[in-house]
């Protein structure tokens, strides 16, 4: 017996000494270094300025969080920070801060992972080198449902929807000295929304950073000489302000509420509400297109894009938006009796996505893509929110399509048909307040008179001719539009600012329009002995419209058509040159088309009148009796046919449609080709109210001003006093 216990004394010490040493090793490779920092929590209790913030940290329950595993970055407010915190607020002291503001300014304070100073300014984007673009990071601090009438109710994370698994976590606001230069601001910019702080150089929202980069095991802390709470996002600070509370009724049209069953579980897990949870949600990215939802504290791509950018709300004040919106609603009184679009618009206008620095107002576009038309002298309240930065202004931006040509037919019932038009086609090019545009207005009266409608059962433009049967689709749509581009004309000049006189004018698809004595006319009135009266106008920034009492029609004779009604109404002018053609292989009696022309394209036919023609017969160019001057419509020889076949051809020229407005100046190609498949080329020359022409032998032409202009299905007929040398040189 005592040697077996001797064997197992000795087997137990052994065994003592051998794990004695494990241990030591142990200890020396896996154990904690004696010059590695402690817990966050521990670092502020040996710094010993932070016992307020400590208190903090205990009420919130994120004790233990921070004296053990994570990796932050901590915002500290130091004693001092707190004593100006109590003073500001009212709060005796550390038992005045109950648990619920404890956690805001605790979780609001703990940005997730450890950044030095020098990488807080990086925008860390997925597969992309980080850049100096950054001025947020997101919290801890998260707001949960809330009571709104009469629901339980949680913020939308998205535009127009929401991801269960995001939380919508507030960003908190930060500036370097790296990122203002990267981004071109300035001092400047911060100052702007904290003049009672200081730029240090690093600042986080209005407070100063006093020690940064304080080294701890779970992160790194910077002390700070404010508390900062939790920044209200852009409906939160909006709400809070009744200075707003007309552009707030106005928003909460557009807000929906949405249930959701995986957030009501939750809550009740959470809380022990039974109580459905719905989701608030604006009408952004939906049918109706807000630019963004002012709950949403995450930004377009809802990643990390929003450490580098933010939502703007620029809110009118109630005695600026309130006047506004009488203005625009003139026509319709109320925004439920009008298009929702025009609430939509008016919202948007006031809606950036992007930040509005306010050096950089005046270039900083709003979601319509439109320059601001007030600037800082007009805002009377700025706040740097968790999502976005907010304006008040004391003028309302006013949005392009309620200020240009467009808003004339937009908010006016009568016109729908016209903006329902405008839309599909040209409303953008028109919205531009940097031009100048003309434009005949098209009642939904006088469309309907034309025989347009638009039919939403078939979602299709509809015709219906006189006399004749209605038809849908594509054929109607395209009149409707081409008669719409008649109507619309480029003026930089102010060219139609006065129709008391006569004129000729281009209009916006390349056709033209005639006025006299305020009346106007296109190919189509011409045709049937048609024109509009103008009733009234008005002005917008970027153009002038008329009201008028019918449709600017468009020509559907062909040119052979014209030629011949005009060979029989002015026939010194005319007779001679159709007589030729209409006898020639270009003519087709059957359709009274041109060989060489297509029904709709550009022309101009430059027609000589018969004493010139006459003269050219005894010049010898055109055949018949050279003494006399008679021509001969008839010629039997075959040279004689092919020279009037040059002849017609020459004097018409190739897609382009030429008049005496003093615009287009230059050579024009002709029908007519050379031997060797050349192009031959008129001279214009062109002047208000005259144009000369000039063939290859330098002979001139001269346009007979009022006996031309006349309006084709895209071509233009004029008379000149000269036949033009066809031989090509």
Known sequence: MNRLF???????????????????????????????????????????????????????GYKSNLSSGGY???????????????????????????????????????????????????????G?????????????????????????????????????????????????????????LSVYDYNYFYPQSTYTGFNVAGASVVNADIPAENGLIDEVNRVITPLPNLEEYLAGNDDYSEFRRLLAKVISYQSNGDITLRNQALTGSADSVFIKLYDAGGLLGLAFSPNNENFILSTTDAQTNGWSLVAP?????????????????????????????????????????????????????EAPTFSLSNVVDKKICSNGFFYGVNKVQDANVFRTIYGKAFLDPNYSLMTRA????????????????????????????????????????????????????????????????????????????????????????????????????????????????????????????????????????????????????????????????????LWS???????????????????????????AVMDGLLPGNTTTGVPNFKPSNANDQQEVIQFITYHILDKNSVVPDGKKSGAYPTLLKTLNGDLTFINVTNHVNSMQLKDAYGNVANVNVPESNILCDRAVIHSIDKVLNFNAQ
């Open 589 to 615: 009696a059957s359709d009274l088309s041109i060989l060489g022309t297509t029904p709709g394209n550009f022309y101009t036919i430059f027609v000589p009148t018969n004493a010139a023609i006459s003269q």
């Open 317 to 369: 004040t109630n005695e600026a938006l309130i006047p506004y919106e009488q203005k625009i609603l003139s026509h319709y009184g109320t925004f439920d009796a009008a298009p929702p679009e025009v609430l939509i618009s008016l919202l948007n206008s006031l809606m950036w996505t992007t930040s509005i620095w306010p050096s950089k107002l005046a270039q900083t576009v709003n979601s319509e893509q």
């Open 72 to 126: 932050w970055t901590i915002f500290a407010p130091n004693d001092s920070a707190f004593a100006v915190f109590f003073k500001e607020n009212a709060i005796s002291g550390d038992e005045g801060i109950d648990s619920a503001l404890a956690q805001k300014i605790v979780r609001y304070a703990l940005v997730y992972n450890a950044y030095r100073k020098a990488d807080l300014s990086s925008y860390q984007v997925s």
């Open 422 to 585: 405008l839309n599909a086609d040209i409303k953008f090019s028109i919205i531009n307040p940097e031009g100048h545009f003309t434009m005949i207005m098209m009642s939904n009266k006088v469309m309907n008179a034309g025989g347009y409608d638009f039919n939403t059962n078939q979602n299709s433009w509809s015709y219906l001719p006189a006399g004749g049967t209605v038809s849908y689709g594509a054929n109607p749509q395209s009149r409707v539009f081409r008669i719409l581009q008649t109507s619309v004309f480029v003026t930089q000049n102010h060219e139609l600012d006065d129709l008391s006189g006569e004129g000729i004018v281009e209009t916006w698809d390349n056709e033209y329009v005639r006025y006299k004595n305020n009346t106007l006319f296109a190919g189509g009135n011409m045709d049937d002995g048609t024109v509009v009266h103008i009733d009234s106008s008005s002005t917008s920034v970027n153009g002038k419209v008329y009201y008028v009492d019918g449709l600017l029609t468009f020509s559907e004779l062909s040119l052979g058509a014209h030629l011949k009604n005009l060979a029989a109404s002015q026939p010194d002018y005319y007779s001679s040159f159709y007589n030729y053609l209409s006898n020639s292989t």
């Open 128 to 184: 992309g080198a980080d850049t100096s673009a950054a001025f947020k990071r997101k919290t801890a601090y998260y707001n949960w449902v809330y009571s709104e009438n009469g629901k339980t109710v949680l913020a939308a994370n998205r535009n127009g929807s929401f991801d269960p698994s995001d939380n919508n976590n507030k960003y908190i606001p930060y500036f370097l000295d790296k990122f203002l230069s990267f981004n071109g």
């Open 6 to 60: 001797r064997i197992a004394l000795w087997s137990f010490m052994l065994l003592f000494l051998f794990s004695s040493c494990r241990k030591k090793e142990w200890d020396k490779y896996y154990g904690r270094p004696s010059d590695l920092a402690q817990p966050i929590y521990r670092v502020l209790q040996a710094r010993g300025n932070f016992t307020h913030f400590l208190a903090c940290i205990d009420k919130s």
